[in-house]
């Protein structure tokens, strides 16, 4: 049985360190910029909106890149950025709706933040 190697079969791509050092300073960048949003109050909407798209472009940038996904075919790259684009949407908008029920979870919370069962009539 011959043995394959990656020259046989085509599949082995190499970057070069410099690409590999700017994605991961990237990387850094934006997990800083995500801290710095946490630090700057726009609102509990526009921190979750804002946070989420970071994530999202990190994920991009890690499965592109790292991941090796941005030299095989076009098509795979397409379905898999759309799906972590969903992704990231579906998960931003699950926790902003989440946030909008808060205002009446409030009342029933005990200092200890446990909840207590409402008052019956």
Not at 15 to 27: E, P, Q, T, V
Not at 41 to 59: E, S, Y
Not at 97 to 110: C, E, F, G, R, V
Request: glycine share 6%; net charge neutral.
């Amino acid at each position: 049985m011959a043995t394959q190697n990656a020259d046989s079969h085509g599949l082995a791509h190499v970057m070069s360190k410099r690409m590999l050092i700017g994605i991961f300073l990237a990387l850094v960048a934006l997990t800083w910029i995500t801290v710095g949003v946490t630090k700057v109050d726009f609102g509990p909407t526009v921190n979750l909106v804002v946070a989420m798209v970071i994530a999202g472009i990190k994920g991009i940038l890690v499965v592109l890149f790292f991941m090796h996904l941005l030299y095989d075919r076009p098509f795979n790259m397409v379905v898999f950025v759309g799906c972590l684009v969903f992704v990231v949407i579906f998960i931003t908008l699950a926790m902003v709706d989440s946030a909008a029920y808060q205002p009446s979870i409030d009342p029933y919370k005990t200092p200890e933040g446990l909840i207590k069962a409402p008052a019956q009539p």
